[in-house]
């Protein structure tokens, strides 16, 4: 299977900036598409942003402008970058990614979830 390991979670004033990275190990023949997802207390979790092998992204509207996603495929692992933190990003964050597994069908990838790490940004 696949692991996910997030890191670079933490406490930041409104304003500033945090980085996370995500690093996906295990039994990978190929990753599809890496993103970074959040949820707040009492909220569904929600997409933040994604990223697919050939660099395309997605973002959500009240990120955009402030967040930027990456990835570095040869080193299996995806960036957030967080600029310009509000309070209302306030949340466990996980990342996520769809991916062929080495042996298994090459046209049909799987959803892997991280742990998530918080970020919590005081006002």
């Known amino acids: 299977q696949v692991q996910l390991v997030e890191s670079g979670g933490g406490l930041v004033q409104a304003g500033g900036s945090l980085r996370l990275s995500c690093a996906a190990s295990g039994n990978i023949f190929r990753i599809n598409a890496m993103g970074w997802y959040r949820q707040a207390p009492g909220n569904q979790r929600e997409l933040v942003a994604e990223?697919?092998?050939?660099?395309?992204?997605n973002y959500a509207d009240s990120v955009k402008g402030r967040f930027t996603v990456s990835r570095d495929n040869a080193k299996k692992m995806v960036y957030l970058q967080m600029n310009s933190l509000k309070s209302e990003d306030t949340a466990v964050y996980y990342c996520?990614?769809?991916?062929?597994?080495?042996?298994?069908?090459?046209?049909?990838?799987?959803?892997?979830w991280g742990q998530g790490t918080q970020v919590t940004v005081s006002a």
């Open positions: 990223i697919t092998s050939d660099g395309s992204t």
């Open positions: 996520n990614t769809k991916a062929v597994l080495r042996g298994s069908n090459p046209f049909v990838d799987y959803l892997f």
